[in-house]
């Protein structure tokens, strides 16, 4: 891995409202001079496994608000006892089996017909039963 030092910073600065209430540090947005560097820490995040620092690049707030449905979403999937690895998410979408079960809409989630189809048709038979 290539030598990423102090001087390969160009500007860091917190994202948020200050706030004394929360228990999480506000996170960090780190400028790097040359976009080969911020490719290689991309790319190596996967071996910060057992620390509590986690890197993702950095998104506008409507991806970041349509990341947080799907991620929303995901979690209720596998409540209701989904295994969590067959649930995928792509762009806008959560793919389930992988079909696509739903996708993000503005600032909400909407199933895709067929699988509301299929869920009210089981309903329906648990109803019947």
């Given at each position: ?52 620092v986690y890197i ?74």
């Amino acid at each position: 891995m290539p030598d990423i030092s102090k001087l390969s910073v160009r500007d860091c600065t917190r994202m948020g409202k200050y706030s004394p209430s929360h228990v999480r540090p506000r996170p960090l947005l780190v400028k790097l001079l040359r976009t080969t560097e911020v490719s290689v820490i991309l790319s190596n995040r996967s071996k910060l496994t057992k620390s509590k620092v986690y890197i993702k690049p950095n998104m506008t707030p409507s991806k970041r608000n349509s990341e947080s449905i799907l991620l929303k979403e995901r979690k209720s999937l596998i409540s209701s006892g989904e295994n969590p690895k067959d649930i995928k998410g792509k762009s806008n979408k959560l793919l389930l089996n992988g079909s696509v079960y739903g996708s993000v809409q503005g600032s909400s989630f909407s199933l895709n017909v067929q699988n509301s189809i299929q869920v009210s048709s089981i309903r329906m038979l648990t109803w019947i039963q």
